[in-house]
């Protein structure tokens, strides 16, 4: 499988702070990719970066093109979503589609179609009449006609209910992601897009902390529901995090075998979430 997206060594500093630390990863191709961080972790500057809207130190190659000297080229093959879909509030839905016809290679209008076809948008409306969840159709569908091999998405549901998020990440899987396309998105709603994940990607003050498939992280890390007799020898085999659940200790550990384990309570698998909790408080005393 071809490898899409590689970073050695990156980094960026603004001033004094150090955004990325030399940063190491690979993404590869018709994987669906979460890059996770709290904020100012770095995940933005990642993006920038991908996209060539930032310069940079180390080496940086997407889709075999240099983000910025071939910025040009790269932007053929890549679409974008951000946290906040800025559209022109006096363009009409129709007028949006036809600029996008225009001005991009790769844009096909009859896919566009079909996919607002598919919602309650207007083709003559304008976008200060759509709300906020009709505008992330809308910005969607010009996404996703446009034959790219990667998707970025930086918070895409940020603000909306429930059903449009989950229809927005239904939509995806379903008319945009295959094996020949990739997906990177950045999220604080771990919850709602794990079970779409194929890697996980973990970032705190520049750095990274876990880069792993999600099968990876199934069998490396584990919950224990220690029974209380059993706390010191819980104890003994160094977890990752331990916290209480109704009264009871739940110990996160990472590469024990399970067998042994198995003597000290329940096991379960993590959510990303507890994970991510875990991973942004190691090292903390």
């Given at each position: ?9 990156l980094?960026?500093?603004?001033g004094s ?12 191709r ?5 890059l996770?961080g709290p ?10 970066a ?10 940086l190659e ?12 790269l932007?053929?093959?890549v ?7 800025v ?14 016809t ?5 844009f096909?209008?009859e896919r566009?179609?079909y996919?607002l ?7 003559n ?24 091999e990667l998707?970025v ?11 449009y ?16 396309r990739?997906?990177?998105v950045?999220?604080h709603q771990?919850e709602?897009?794990e079970k ?5 990607i ?11 498939s ?6 490396d890390?584990v919950?224990?529901m ?9 104890e ?10 109704f009264?009871?200790?739940?110990y996160?550990?990472?590469g ?13 698998s993590?959510?990303?979430?507890d994970l991510f ?9």
């Amino acid at each position: 499988m071809s490898v899409i997206i590689k970073a050695r060594g990156l980094c960026k500093s603004y001033g004094s702070f150090k955004a990325l630390k030399s940063v190491d990863f690979t993404i590869e191709r018709g994987k669906i990719v979460g890059l996770v961080g709290p904020n100012g972790a770095g995940k933005t500057t990642v993006l920038k970066a991908i996209l060539g809207l930032t310069s940079y130190d180390g080496e940086l190659e997407v889709l075999g093109l240099n983000p910025v000297s071939q910025r040009d080229e790269l932007m053929k093959k890549v679409c974008f979503i951000a946290d906040v879909a800025v559209l022109p509030k006096w363009l009409k839905v129709g007028d949006a589609v036809e600029f996008v016809t225009q001005i991009h290679p790769h844009f096909n209008l009859e896919r566009a179609k079909y996919f607002l076809s598919k919602t309650k948008i207007n083709w003559n409306s304008k976008v200060k009449e759509l709300s906020k969840g009709m505008v992330v159709q809308l910005h969607l569908a010009l996404v996703m006609s446009i034959e790219a091999e990667l998707l970025v998405l930086d918070e895409p549901t940020l603000g909306l209910d429930i059903l449009y998020r989950k229809e927005f990440y239904n939509q995806l899987l379903a008319e945009f992601f295959d094996e020949g396309r990739s997906i990177l998105v950045t999220t604080h709603q771990i919850e709602e897009v794990e079970k779409l994940l194929t890697d996980l990607i973990f970032i705190k003050d520049g750095e990274i902390v876990l880069d792993a498939s999600m099968d990876d992280v199934s069998s490396d890390y584990v919950e224990v529901m220690v029974k209380r007799e059993d706390v010191e020898k819980a104890e003994a085999l160094n977890p990752v995090m331990e916290r209480e659940v109704f009264g009871r200790k739940v110990y996160l550990f990472q590469g024990v075998d399970r067998e042994q384990l198995e003597l000290l309570g329940e096991l379960h698998s993590p959510s990303v979430a507890d994970l991510f909790v875990a991973k942004m408080k190691e090292g903390q005393s």
